[in-house]
């Protein structure tokens, strides 16, 4: 059985971007996750360890917005690598990170960057 376990709005200070303020002062970020893994008996035993932790996905993207870059694409690629290489049934992932009230000359609320990554597919 298919299982799919999300982390939903989880709000983060970055630093992320090309301009030399952005390094500075920082931004508000939200990170969304949608990871699927296939479920079996220690889930439906009650045990963690037969699905896929959001506690773990929250710990990984906090870590990985926490390492600077330039362009969202790099942090949601490495949250996406980490989830998949740290995460053993983890099949497939999601990822979408938004910055909020972007230093751009327009009225937007955000802008978003979203990759998803099959387990075994090329990088």
Do not use: W
């Amino acid at each position: 059985m298919k299982a799919t376990v999300k982390v939903e709005n989880l709000k983060i200070y970055a630093f992320h971007g090309c301009m030399e303020e952005e390094e500075i002062i920082g931004g508000d970020y939200v990170v969304n996750i949608c990871a699927v893994c296939s479920v079996g008996k220690k889930a439906f035993d009650d045990q963690i360890g037969g699905t896929v932790d959001y506690v773990d996905l929250a710990r990984i993207a906090k870590r990985e917005m926490s390492v600077r870059s330039k362009l969202l694409e790099a942090v949601v690629k490495r949250i996406i690598d980490c989830c998949i290489n740290e995460i053993s049934v983890l099949e497939q992932v999601s990822v979408t990170v938004s910055k909020l009230n972007p230093p751009i000359d327009a009225d937007v609320e955000s802008v978003s960057v979203s990759m998803d990554k099959k387990r075994g597919a090329v990088k």
